[in-house]
């Protein structure tokens, strides 16, 4: 689940999938490298449609697991038939008979650093679904010059990653191989009405057993940069902000606006902070930056101290050196009586998202403002650049058969996944994409006529399964 439609077009995210953050990042029309690389290439479409990863997607895509109300019986159900019939161990858990979790683990020779592959079951409601061009829960492929794509809710977010994960731990099965040691997939309820509790939460707290050895996790949240259809930069999301979102009820709009002027005021007071990850990730991404500041980047603390990233730069930018302030237009209450906003923060590690929600109650009352917390995120924690998860990422996208693209970190502002919920406990936990997405792609996540482009999806399935295997099988 991400953040308000509204919130993420101030932040220049729009819904699901952190890849929009690159394209909004400054990614110019075409890279100055690799540029001879990025045509269109000749696809068996057909051939491509019957695959058995594709007809399992479809098979997924058509579950209606929209949340609210976050129903994932058929979802588990679905797992749970085809974990079986690949013989890999499997449990379905959870406290609530609605929204259960299916948790599988192929062992291996020696307990310790398991991986755990971590995808959510729930997907966003299909709003206009009469709008949509091809209905949302029917998976079906699209015509003319978009013939390549499979059209659905979840395609992208994020049930197209759950497939790849559970292809790349059957394949290991299928093949007859004994890792050297474990792999655990999950999938979990409730992720897009930021419930952690609900899934992956329920099972730290109720079945730590079910967790017994995972050092490393791999989620969704990686972005990768593409230009056409191929990947220019694979990037493993290592950090994401906190949020505190809530409500704001006021009796006049006079009363709103100087609460948010409040908000603005301390926003600008505060100074530009460029922590390690930060550095680190506008390095990566430097090169690819076409605006006026993109020069900058590659040492932000250097430009910070001179004054060359300042007030004017674009606020995705600002956001990652400073705690932010987003509320979306005043509209009066249905009863008529007050005026209501939805105020949200996002903050840097080291702030303590409670402590600041308690802060934002005081700001407000100063305006005669009453707030309504409606989720707070876990307090943001990044995820170390070592160990043994980090390591194969760098190897195997560094050394991809089908794209010759960097690899580095990612930092997101303005999207949220269950990875905060395990890096504030101590595991190594990285969002990954496997998936060459386009911008206009990405952002039909949480809109309408979300769709995956064929090849990239069957190059994802393949792609998974090669990150799986080096770090299972790998001495």
Known sequence: MKLSRNVLR???????AAVVLAVV?????????????????????????TREETNLLREYVRIDSSNPPG??????????????????PFEVVGSDPERPIVVARLSGRKRGEALLLLH???????????EWEYPPFEARWGE?????????????????????????????????????????????????TYTPEAGIGWVVENRPDLLEGVT??????GVNEVVGERVARFGIEILQKATVATTAFARTEKDLKAFTDLLEGRMRSEPLTVIDEVQDFLAFVAPSRSDLWGHHLSDARAAVAAGHLGEGIPEVYRALMRDMYYWTPTKAVESGKGFTSDVVGTLLPGRSGRERWEEMKVWAARSGVRLKLRFLTPDSSPAPREGRAWETLQTVLGLDPVEDADVGPYVLTGSYTNLSYLRIRGIRAYGVSPFAVNIMDAVTIHSMNERIYLPAFVDGVERTTRIVREYALSP
């Open 71 to 88: 129903r994932t019986v058929e979802t588990a159900r679905f797992w749970a038939e085809r974990l079986g019939c690949e013989g890999i």
């Open 216 to 221: 490393d996790v791999f989620n969704e949240g």
């Open 10 to 16: 101030r932040l220049g995210l729009y819904g699901g």
């Open 144 to 192: 003319g010059n978009f013939r390549h794509y499979l059209y659905g809710r979840g395609t992208l977010d994020m049930k197209g990653q759950g497939v790849a994960d559970f292809f790349a731990i059957a394949s290991l099965r299928r093949d007859g191989i004994v890792p050297e040691r474990d792999v655990v997939f999950i999938a979990e309820p409730g992720e897009e």
């Open 120 to 130: 959510h079951m729930d997907v966003v409601p299909a709003a206009n679904a009469a």
């Open 25 to 49: 990042l400054g990614l110019p029309p075409l890279l100055r490298h690799r540029t001879a690389r990025f045509g269109v290439r000749s696809v068996d479409i057909e051939g491509l449609q």
